[in-house]
Each structure stands twice: as C-alpha cells, then as structure tokens.
C-alpha cells in the first residue's frame, strides 16, 4: 500500500489543555480528530514511584481503555507460524487477502537495513520500534513502530542491524523475546541512524556522562570485556544476557517487579496502562498503551530494557519528582511529522526541545492511539 508522508505544525491548543489537566493529575487521552476537549476519552494517572537502585518507575493507570484483542504481536506472530520475517532474496509465500491462490514474491538480494515481513494472518500486526528478532545473517530491531495490514503482500520492512559483526547464515527470523534498552530503541526510533545504534549497543548508554558522576554498575569497560570474550559478533542478545552483564539486570528486574506488583495490587476501576521512567533525578522515558492486555504483553520486556538501561547509566540515587513525571502525559508543541497508511495505522513524531513524542493509532475500525512513547533525548 502507498504511504503519504505529511509535516505540519501546531498543535497548541490541544497541547495547553493537557499541560492544564497534567497539573490536576489527570491527562486526557483522545485520537486527532476523534473527541474535542472537554469529553475525554480516557485518564491518565500517576501512582505512587517504585524504586530501586537508580531507577524510578511510575506505573501510568486509566479508568477507561480501548478492546485491543484484534491485534497480534511479533513475539505472538513469529512463534505460531502466521508471520514471517527473512532477509531480502529469500522466497516469500503468502495468499492474497481474499484468501485466493498463493504468490510468490522475490524482493532483491540481503540489504542490513531491510527484511521482509509477511503477515499471514487475519489479524492486524503491532510493531514497536525496538523489538529484536533473531535470526538471518544479523540480528534486528524494528526501526519503527506500525502496524501490518493482515493478509497482506510481503512488506519491505525497516530494521537496523543490532549484532555488527556477522553476516552469514540462516534467512528467516523465528523469536522475538527482546526489546532493547532505551538508548538503542532512542537511536533507532528518533534518529535512525545505523552507525548510532551501533554505537549504543556497544557503549550501553548515551546519556551525558560527568568526571563527577558515580560509576555505572556495567561501565563501559565490562562492556567492552564481554563484547571480546562471550559475544565477538556484538551481538545485543549475547552481550545484555551474558552472566557478566545479566547478573546486574535481573537484580534490578527482580526487585522493581516486586515492588511494581505491591503499588498496583488492589486497585478498583482502574487498569495500569504504562509508565513513566526515570533515571536518578532525570525523567527519561516514557511507554503508554491503548490497553492494559497490551501493557501486560509487553511489560516484563520493557522492564527487562529499563533495567539494562539503569545499570549501564550512573548510580545517582536522586529521585525524580511526580510533577517531573507528569509533564511525559502532556501533549507536546512542536514541528509535527507523520506517516501514515491509509486505513491501516498513522505513526507521528512531535518534538519540543529535547524532548521527543511519538503516537501510532490504528484507523481501523476506529481510530485509537495503540502505543505512545516519550523520550528525553540523549542526543
């Protein structure tokens, strides 16, 4: 299908109501177009921070949400068989949408930055920027989030290489288990640049670092030490779970998940759909979903990558404020720009100072806002 590219700005009204309702607590959540203010579509709401450690998060509830049960994830996808990912040149089998006789498509020899994906079943496809799938002649992570039409043709699909020094065997991807930490999935997801992905695996984070700042807990030099000893492909999936580097993560996977089931236990009318992460004192990132189904779905990965993120960052034990962590519930103002394709899903990036905004909403049958992530640049 034909995508149209679009830049526009403004945004302001919209974006003044939410920093007013942000100052409440509240935020409300509504599609481009699809409730005026004033009749929200949903809340936002912050509970009380979990920390451990150098990591803050904030689990993000609702009251109300959307019937996300139509979508099928990667993970889901590629282990039943109804998706399929290989590298450019590899044969691709798929039956067109009205079910009829089957086509086989070639799409040109491999290429780093380039897959194919095919979504054989009935179900529309979630992609989100980060997600890594393993397999081909390089591990990849998704370059943007979108969502795959079903039965559709084989899509030429945008990644960027996450294991840098191997490529050979294998064509076809089978797991997706991993999403990466927040300074890969902010270089790949705002950036886009290869070499810059690259270097985030390989250096752990790309927050600014001082001479004053306590030592990460995997500094760059265990990184280094692993990248030569268990995972000379730089491979991301070997150098974040090798006992060097994994013994950090799930101490801090561990403890905040604890910590995280005790805040959110108990609540009556509302459902945890996100949350917001902070790094010592800094707000950093932020992950909200459609619903609570598909925050549950992703959350043990999402943590897993925040607790990369954490250890690869300085040990600071500031903590952020709750006023800090709501201003990542506003709507930004700023130059907008989006993609969309019709009657399948619309991806826009807003970015306001150092901070980035990013939506994607499904246009069918309604129009919803699947996933949004914020992110304070690094860079």
Request: net charge neutral.
């Amino acid at each position: 299908m034909d995508r149209t590219l679009i830049s526009t700005f403004g945004h302001g009204l919209l974006g003044i109501s939410a920093l007013g309702m942000a100052a409440l607590g509240f935020v409300w959540w509504a599609p481009t177009g699809a409730t005026p203010p004033g009749k929200p579509v949903g809340e936002w709401r912050l509970l009380e921070p979990v920390n451990y450690e150098n990591l803050t998060v904030f689990p993000v509830v609702s009251s109300s949400g959307y019937d996300t049960s139509a979508f099928l994830t990667l993970e889901d996808g590629l282990s039943s068989g109804e998706v399929t990912v290989r590298e450019q040149g590899a044969e691709a089998i798929y039956r067109n949408r009205d079910g009829s006789r089957p086509v086989v498509r070639n799409y040109g020899g491999p290429a780093v930055n380039q897959l194919v994906l095919v979504n054989h079943s009935k179900r529309p496809l979630l992609l989100l920027a980060g997600e890594l799938v393993s397999g081909g002649k390089q591990d990849r992570i998704i370059a943007k989030d979108r969502i795959v039409a079903p039965l559709g043709d084989p899509l030429p699909l945008d990644v960027f290489c996450v294991e840098h020094g191997r490529w050979s065997s294998g064509s076809q991807f089978n797991e997706a288990k991993t999403i990466v930490h927040p300074s890969v999935r902010e270089q790949a997801a705002v950036k886009q640049k290869q070499a810059d992905v690259w270097e985030a695996v390989t250096a752990g984070s790309t927050a600014q670092r001082t001479a004053a700042a306590p030592a990460p807990a995997v500094g760059t030099t265990e990184l280094a030490v692993t990248i030569q000893s268990e995972a000379p492909t730089q491979s991301y999936s070997k150098i974040y779970e090798s006992p060097r580097v994994s013994s950090s993560v799930e101490t801090v996977v561990g403890e905040i998940q604890r910590r995280f089931r005790k805040e959110t236990s108990g609540l009556k009318g509302e459902r945890v759909v996100g949350v917001v992460v902070a790094y010592g004192g800094e707000v950093a990132w932020s992950d909200i979903f459609a619903s609570d189904e598909l925050f549950d779905h992703y959350w043990s990965k999402l943590l897993r990558s925040y607790a990369v993120e954490a250890v690869a960052r300085p040990t600071w034990r500031e903590k952020a404020s709750a006023d800090e962590a709501r201003e990542f519930l506003r709507r930004l103002n700023g130059r907008e720009q989006t993609e969309s394709e019709p009657g399948v899903y619309r991806w826009r990036e807003i970015k306001e100072d150092g901070l980035s905004q990013i939506e994607l909403e499904a246009l069918e049958p309604k129009v919803i806002t699947v996933h949004r992530l914020m992110v304070r640049r690094t860079s």
